[in-house]
């Protein structure tokens, strides 16, 4: 069996070492996928034998499907919210979209045009790449999703929510239904690991016996277990991530928005980092990621929406960063 142990005094979490019962990303997604540093293959308990052979010379191997990886996820899989949870969400989606953009127009003031007509559907569950040059619209398009804009024409759909007609005293409630995730992690710097995960439910009114219950749940799916009294000072970029993710996560949210959050990661980093917005997309999370990271893209194969100069250029199922670019 491949060596599950990083040398000495390199953080195991930037090598990302998947422990056995953690599903893997889909295999053209893989950390040892061309132009990436190869790493062991963990199998699912789901998962044949014949499809996860050690790496043997001469020995064919094959490679497993997206459907062996995640036909039965394993006991520590990542959980979707309740049905408690989901009778209180302020979205309620149901079998409908989770975000439809009907021709929607964003105007600065000095009549500056940040969106123009964009007309978008997201189904619940999907996972959403949104890329386009600075300046292209990105930022706007996620500051309406989470009404810290209001569209200047046309209506934005959030869920069940059309937020043109939702009241301002609604709008901490609505973001408490939206997890976010950024480039620059956005984390209390006075605060421990576990304090930064434990403010995000105090907020919403969580019980302290949920708290205790849930940060260290949350904490050991992001595989940060040991790290919940360090602060972020103490950790590495993809540790303050992993902790960005568990924050946004915690409460199960029906929209999870990562706004560039590998920008300041390394490759190897970046698929780790992947891998939990993944795994969380697959409980019925829809997810929409603003990101700049070209290989990553490419890799995934997802549904890529591409924004130029305000307007909706490219709306693609199983996109690359570029149109035709692979």
Not at 82 to 97: H, I, Q
Not at 274 to 300: C, E
């Amino acid at each position: 069996m491949a060596d599950n142990t990083t040398t000495s005094g390199e953080d195991p979490f930037e090598l990302h070492v998947t422990p056995p019962d953690v599903p893997e990303l889909p295999d053209h997604v893989r950390a040892d996928a061309p132009g990436t540093v190869a790493r062991p293959l963990a199998a699912p308990p789901s998962a044949s034998a014949a499809a996860f052979t050690a790496d043997v010379p001469g020995e064919r191997v094959d490679a497993p499907t997206a459907d062996d990886l995640w036909a039965d996820p394993a006991p520590a899989a990542i959980e979707g919210p309740s049905a408690r949870t989901r009778r209180r969400s302020m979205l309620r989606p149901g079998e409908g979209p989770m975000v439809v953009f009907d021709d929607v127009t964003m105007t600065y003031p000095g009549n500056v045009t940040a969106l123009e007509n964009v007309s978008l559907t997201i189904d619940s569950g999907e996972f959403v790449f949104l890329v386009g040059s600075s300046g292209s619209g990105k930022s706007t398009f996620i500051r309406l999703l989470i009404r810290e804009l209001q569209v200047s024409s046309g209506h934005l759909m959030v869920g069940t929510r059309d937020l043109a007609k939702l009241n301002s005293s609604k709008v901490p409630y609505l973001r408490r239904e939206i997890g976010c995730v950024f480039q620059d992690f956005k984390l209390l710097p006075r605060r421990t690991v576990a304090e930064n995960v434990a403010y995000t439910l105090e907020v919403t009114g969580e019980s302290h016996r949920d708290i205790r219950r849930k940060v260290p749940e949350i904490l050991s799916l992001v595989g940060l277990a040991e790290k919940s009294g360090r602060f972020p000072n103490e950790l590495s970029g993809g540790e303050q991530q992993r902790v960005s993710i568990a924050r946004a996560f915690v409460n199960h949210p029906a929209l999870l928005i990562a706004d560039e959050p590998t920008g300041n990661l390394d490759p190897e980093t970046s698929i780790g980092i992947m891998q939990l917005l993944y795994r969380i997309n697959r409980t019925g999370t829809t997810v929409i990621m603003a990101t700049h990271d070209r290989d990553l893209v490419d890799k995934m194969q997802m549904r890529v929406i591409e924004l130029s100069g305000g307007k909706l250029v490219r709306d693609q199922r199983r996109g690359a960063y570029q149109q035709g670019g692979m």
